[in-house]
């Protein structure tokens, strides 16, 4: 069954603390994602990537960085946690092509202290 | 302003009724996505339809291109249908998100 997998399903962290929240998928997708779902808000994307060491910026990229050494790995990074990026983190994963789903993780519930 | 809207935010119904959940996109897409989001936080596909209708089980999902709207159906609902809702354009390879319909459905 292929899947994407999120190391951590919840993770309680200090203000200051640099956080790593990894992500890998076993379908060789080109694409890879990351957002934020907080309420009434839905999800938003922080960074995705075309291609290995490839990324490229979404909607709210302020306060976190990414890496994707290899194809099947994507990691967020956020420098400095703070309050404000408690949230649930949810990666995804899609073939190159137009009209093609993502395949979700099941998230990462992120609280920071 | 988030280009995708979704109504209603809230639902709540009883065991056996009727639930239609709907979405408005502004601008030509390629395919539409519902997904569905159960507590805990996993994300899963139930359609992707670029025109007309299609039909799984209990659900129903329509989609007219011209008006750029679509709706979910779940007839006969149960409260195993109780999720979040998620409507989703794709443009190209860009998936954009509704804020979601909360749906709970109870006995």
């Known amino acids: 069954d292929v899947k994407v997998t999120q190391s951590s399903r919840y993770l309680v962290k200090r203000t200051g603390e640099k956080v790593f929240l990894e992500c890998v998928q076993d379908?060789?997708?080109?694409?890879m994602f990351w957002y934020r779902q907080d309420p009434g808000l839905g999800l938003r994307l922080i960074y995705f990537s075309y291609d290995v060491k490839m990324k490229e910026k979404g909607d709210i990229p302020e306060g976190y960085s990414v890496s994707r050494e290899k194809k099947e790995r994507f990691s967020l990074i956020l420098e400095s946690a703070s309050t404000n990026q408690t949230s649930m983190y949810l990666c995804?994963?899609?073939?190159?092509?137009?009209?093609?789903?993502?395949?979700f993780g099941s998230g990462t519930r992120l609280t920071v202290v | 302003k988030n280009e995708v809207e979704q109504s209603p935010q809230n639902l709540t119904a009883q065991e056996g009724e009727f639930i239609t959940i709907n979405c408005s996109y502004s601008v030509g897409i390629s395919a539409l996505h519902w997904l569905q989001q159960h507590p805990g936080g996993g994300i899963v596909s139930l359609f992707m339809l670029s025109s007309g209708k299609k039909k799984h089980g209990r659900l129903i999902a329509t989609i007219n291109i011209q008006e750029k709207h679509s709706s979910l159906h779940i007839t006969a609902s149960h409260p195993r249908d109780s999720a979040v809702y998620i409507c989703a354009p794709t443009y190209n390879n860009d998936m954009r998100f509704g804020a979601g319909t909360r749906l709970t459905v109870k006995p």
């Open positions: 379908m060789d997708h080109e694409n």
């Open positions: 995804a994963s899609s073939p190159i092509g137009a009209g093609y789903g993502y395949t």
